[in-house]
């Protein structure tokens, strides 16, 4: 399929069918409010796809991966700037389903008064349970099930995600591995402010003085980075003293773990690579972000 200017829009099932051609597809799944970070992840996606392929980007705001008291209610939601976003990036077909096409039985959730309690999901494993698993119980359950769905609708050959959320990537990959889903799984670094702060669609919570703290959880990577090759507890402690020193940073949690979120020893062999992932919150907003590590 060639580029289009205008992607062709889908928004059931049986159109994302008709739309989908019959040539390479690269996958973009998102819940919409586009940024720039979005729009690199599909120019990788219209790379990989070629002049012949299609390029799919799905927006659809899942319920299933928000539990009690999350943002669901108030996640942005730019559908007609994501269609600009869309068509500049060169993407051809946007599927915008709504949640009874994805759920048609209801939304799964656990307890005696659901309809759909019964649905099948898919369950992350021991995986799943930590860092932000710990911190929002059943939320890989909701992204799993819903990556698992629409890669059943979109049947892909290659799919593309960011690394700032490393520990979906991680789950995302295990899962395409283990149920043999034969998807190519590609994360895409970070796409970052001039000041270090990942990009992400909760920024936008963020009033000025929230936006310097936020730039702390970068710096903190930053400076585990830079004593990693100490071991692990001096870059913990190199990351801790900036958080530390940054009073408007709720720390939730901070983790130096294998690349595949494993545990590490505090003196790993030299050339061992890592991970530091950090949650916190800034005012009412949670956020997300992690690096690599090299000892």
């Known amino acids: 399929m060639t580029t289009a200017t205008v992607p062709a ?9 008709d739309l989908r051609g019959t040539g390479r597809v690269v996958f973009v799944p998102t819940m919409g409010a586009l940024h720039e970070g979005h729009a690199s992840l599909l120019r990788i996606a219209r790379e990989r796809a070629g002049a012949d392929g299609t390029v799919v980007l799905s927006i659809f705001v899942n319920p299933l991966q928000f539990g009690p008291g999350e943002d669901l209610d108030r996640y942005p939601r730019t559908f007609d700037a994501d269609l600009a976003v869309a068509a500049a990036e060169g993407v051809d077909v946007v599927f915008a389903p709504t949640v009874a096409q994805m759920y048609p039985d209801g939304v799964p959730h656990e307890g005696p008064d659901s309809a759909a309690t019964e649905a099948v999901t898919v369950q992350p494993g ?8 710990a911190s929002r119980p059943g939320h890989f359950r909701g992204v799993l099930t819903v990556v698992a769905k629409l890669f059943g609708l979109v049947r892909p050959d290659v799919a593309v995600f960011g690394e700032k959320d490393y520990q979906q990537l991680a789950l995302i990959r295990r899962m395409t591995s283990d149920l043999c889903l034969g998807i190519e799984i590609v994360g ?6 001039p000041d270090g702060l990942a990009r992400s669609s909760r920024n936008r919570y963020l009033d000025d003085e929230e936006r310097r703290q936020a730039a702390t959880l970068s710096r903190a990577l930053r400076a585990a980075q830079e004593r990693a090759s100490y071991g ?4 913990r402690w190199a990351a801790m003293g900036v958080i530390k020193a940054e009073p408007g940073v709720e ?20 050339g ?7 949650a916190a919150r800034v005012g009412t907003t949670r956020l997300i972000d992690n690096l690599p590590l090299q000892f």
Not at 188 to 193: G, M
Not at 251 to 270: F, I, M, N, Q, V
């Open 188 to 193: 895409a670094e970070t796409d970052r402010e």
């Open 272 to 278: 061992t690579e890592g991970r530091i992932l950090v």
């Open 232 to 235: 692990v507890p001096a870059a």
């Open 9 to 17: 829009l889908a928004r059931s099932r049986s159109e994302l069918r």
């Open 251 to 270: 720390l939730d949690y901070l983790a130096l773990t294998t690349t595949d979120l494993g545990e590490l020893p505090d003196y790993p062999e030299p």
């Open 126 to 133: 021991p995986l799943g349970d930590l860092l932000e698993g």
